[in-house]
T-cell receptor
């Protein structure tokens, strides 16, 4: 099973709202990722968790706050977003970050609209 | 850091023809090269990948070739079908340094297969 699930599928929020995106995988993967994808652009890496520890923060604004409660779950907490943050947010997982196992499998994404 | 260039940005072929998409990378330490297919409104889907110890890999109608000396790799789709229409992204990653395992994506190629 190579499935990564994400909820919600769609989210509309105002600039003063607080919301969370959720991601789950049951493949035993130890690395999980958040990407942001704007229309007609490639996925852009935001955060990487390896063994439930944040290993890379690609200089993402603090209005995005990741959380990894356990090895199967990944959350992205959103607060005081801007309209330009509207995008498809993708979660991905891989067996590990190194050691020769790099295949990353993506979830279906959350389509976020900030009004 | 790594930079991945992808060409062409759009490609239109007749059903049954072959399609070739090319990517170049800059970091000689990169050693893993996946290709993703993304249909409109859907997740990026891993379709084939190649590691630096291999020059070519095939899976039915798709193949990937890697030239480490020239730092380029290509996706070949034979006997194209309308369902091959999508955006294709190449990517590269390294097993070294702080960014190990992180995917650096090309800008994508929109492939249209005309019946």
């Amino acid at each position: 099973d190579t499935e990564v699930t994400q909820t919600p599928k769609h989210l509309v929020m105002g600039m003063t709202n607080k919301k969370s995106l959720k991601c789950e995988q049951h493949m035993g993967h130890r690395a999980m990722y958040w990407y942001k994808q704007k229309a007609k652009k490639p996925p852009e890496l935001m955060f990487v968790y390896s063994y439930e520890k944040l290993s890379i923060n690609e200089s993402v604004p603090s209005r995005f706050s990741p959380e990894c409660p356990n090895s199967s779950l990944l959350n992205l907490h959103l607060h005081a977003l801007q309209p330009e943050d509207s995008a498809l947010y993708l979660c991905a997982s891989s067996q590990d970050k190194g050691g020769g196992s790099y295949e990353q499998y993506f979830g279906p994404g959350t389509r976020l609209t900030v009004t | 850091g790594e930079n991945v260039e992808q060409h062409p940005s759009t490609l239109s072929v007749q059903e049954g023809d072959s399609a070739v998409i090319k990517c170049t990378y800059s970091d000689s330490a990169s050693n893993y090269f996946p290709w993703y297919k993304q249909e409109l409104g859907k997740r990026p889907q891993l379709i084939i990948d190649i590691r630096s110890n291999v020059g070519e890999k095939k899976d039915q109608r798709i193949a990937v070739t890697l030239n480490k000396t020239a730092k380029h790799f290509s996706l070949h789709i034979t006997e194209t079908q309308p369902e091959d229409s999508a955006v294709y992204f190449c990517a590269a990653s390294s097993n070294y340094g702080g960014s190990q395992g992180n995917l650096i994506f090309g800008k994508g190629t929109k492939l249209s297969v005309k019946p």
